[in-house]
């Protein structure tokens, strides 16, 4: 077992099962929040699930399931390499790479962990209505993983989880497994803003041991003048499968609009980090923006990487498609 800046995390759990969970407490010492329970190799997880996750290692609890269309490009058969400018057919990113299903949950995090998480926690943004108007609504702590990242645990406490929402979305029940269910508040809201919440599509490719991870999320339309202006979220993973430490350097994006036009972004880092990953933080997590003036688009390119041993590679970012969604404008998609 390895306590690591505040949070527990452990290899080869599949194998490991009722082992006290341990974390440190406000004044830094060492105190037991549960016990470990067998994960899951089949079937999903409940609503009310308590987790430490895998790879970040904060606590957690599922709030509820989302079926994904995962497009690994690791797993085709390798062929000859080309140039990602090549090989993007525009009409279909990440359709030439067969999808598979695989559940993905969304959760919320434990606020005192939030401080040693490599990765941001304001992660859920999006456009509401409300008063006529479009208002962007920013969720903290709430996150998406998938499920070989969670290692249930289970607690005594009532309430194991700080978080603002907790005690709004989910109810102690003592009988029930897992005890916390959800209220009619959880459910209303998932209703109400579904399709900002829906996770629909991952995409997943390798360069040098870096693993990318790319989820996009539709947010919503806004006017602009005669002009509608179409947002999205991505959240971006980055995870060192080696064992040389590597840093990001910059980042370099290509962005097609269905409108035709095509832009370039270049810069330093992302979200003004140079993000290092080494053998004992190897992931880093990170959310940001992108508007079209269309109602979708695709985005690709590549991250420059630095090696501890002065080797430099361009880690490919797999494309993906910006796709609108159906809004339902009679209803206020706020929380509560």
């Known amino acids: 077992m390895l306590v690591r800046r505040g949070v527990l995390l452990l290899n080869k759990l599949s194998r490991i099962t009722q082992i006290p969970v341990l974390c440190y407490s406000s004044n830094y010492r060492l105190a037991e929040v549960g016990k470990f329970e067998s994960p899951k190799l089949a079937g999903k997880y409940e609503t009310g699930q308590l987790f430490l996750h895998r790879v970040f290692g904060y606590r957690g609890v599922v709030l509820f399931p989302w079926l994904a269309r995962v497009y690994d490009r690791d797993v085709p058969n390798k062929k000859e390499f080309k140039p990602i400018e090549e090989t993007l057919n525009y009409n279909q990113v990440g359709k030439e790479v067969k999808g598979r299903a695989h559940t993905y949950y969304q959760v919320l995090i434990d606020s005192r962990d939030c401080p040693y998480i490599r990765a941001q926690t304001e992660a859920v943004t999006f456009l509401g209505n409300q008063d006529n108007g479009r208002t962007l609504y920013a969720v903290p702590g709430l996150d998406y993983i998938a499920h070989e990242d969670v290692m249930p645990y289970i607690a005594g406490d009532k309430k194991p989880i700080r978080h603002d929402l907790f005690d709004k979305f989910l109810q102690y029940h003592g009988e029930r497994d897992p005890p916390f269910g959800p209220r009619e508040t959880l459910k209303a809201w998932q209703e109400r803003n579904h399709p900002w919440l829906e996770l629909s599509d991952v995409h997943k490719e390798t360069t040098e041991n870096i693993r990318v991870t790319v989820?996009?999320?539709?947010?919503?339309?806004?006017?602009?003048?005669?002009?509608?202006?179409?947002?999205?979220?991505?959240?971006?993973?980055?995870?060192?499968?080696?064992?040389?430490?590597?840093?990001?350097?910059?980042?370099?994006?290509?962005?097609?609009?269905?409108?035709?036009?095509?832009?370039?972004?270049?810069?330093?880092?992302?979200?003004?980090?140079?993000?290092?990953?080494?053998?004992?933080?190897?992931?880093?997590?990170?959310?940001?923006?992108?508007?079209?003036?269309?109602?979708?688009?695709?985005?690709?390119?590549?991250?420059?990487?630095?090696?501890?041993?002065?080797?430099?590679?361009?880690?490919?970012?797999?494309?993906?498609?910006?796709e609108s969604k159906q809004e339902d404008t009679t209803q206020p998609s706020g929380l509560m």
Do not use: K
Request: glycine letters at 8%; charged letters at 20%.
């Open 215 to 322: 989820i996009p999320f539709y947010m919503g339309c806004r006017e602009s003048q005669s002009t509608n202006v179409y947002w999205w979220r991505y959240c971006i993973r980055l995870e060192n499968l080696g064992d040389l430490t590597v840093q990001l350097r910059e980042r370099h994006w290509r962005i097609f609009s269905l409108s035709g036009t095509l832009e370039t972004v270049r810069g330093r880092g992302v979200v003004g980090q140079e993000p290092v990953l080494s053998s004992q933080q190897p992931a880093f997590q990170y959310s940001s923006h992108v508007s079209l003036q269309a109602p979708s688009g695709h985005m690709w390119g590549t991250f420059r990487m630095e090696r501890e041993d002065g080797f430099t590679f361009d880690c490919r970012i797999p494309p993906f498609s910006l």
